[in-house]
């Protein structure tokens, strides 16, 4: 299972801006897909964005126009640029992988933070 480390969380006022990394200890073109996860305080998990193999892009409802997920296969890279952030984005961010088109996404790192303030 590829290993995930998740960085460039912080706090941001509403209206701002960030860009989550992920890097990965093995090829993430290996993987059918690669993808954005957050988990908010007393929520479920909610997938946010994940990009497939072939390029395709998936948004949540809740960060469609705002929030652009990449890849870097060369460099085994996952990014999330997060832009106009609002209060509801607080949560903490988790990149993970999809093996198959039939299988879930796991292999979550540690997660950064991500905090939005008034």
């Known amino acids: 299972q590829v290993q995930l480390v998740e960085s460039g969380g912080g706090l941001v006022q509403a209206g701002g801006s960030l860009r989550l990394s992920c890097a990965a200890s093995?090829?993430?073109?290996?993987?059918?897909?690669m993808g954005w996860s957050r988990q908010a305080p007393g929520k479920e998990r909610e997938l946010v964005a994940h990009?497939?193999?072939?390029?395709?892009?998936d948004y949540a409802d809740s960060v469609k126009g705002r929030f652009t997920i990449s890849r870097d296969n060369a460099k085994n890279m996952v990014y999330l640029q997060m832009n106009s952030l609002n209060v509801e984005d607080t949560a903490v961010y988790y990149c993970?992988?999809?093996?198959?088109?039939?299988?879930?996404?796991?292999?979550w790192g540690q997660g950064t933070q991500v905090t939005v303030s008034e």
């Open positions: 093995g090829v993430i073109a290996n993987y059918n897909a």
């Open positions: 990009v497939t193999r072939g390029g395709y892009k």
């Open positions: 993970g992988a999809r093996a198959t088109d039939w299988s879930s996404f796991g292999g």
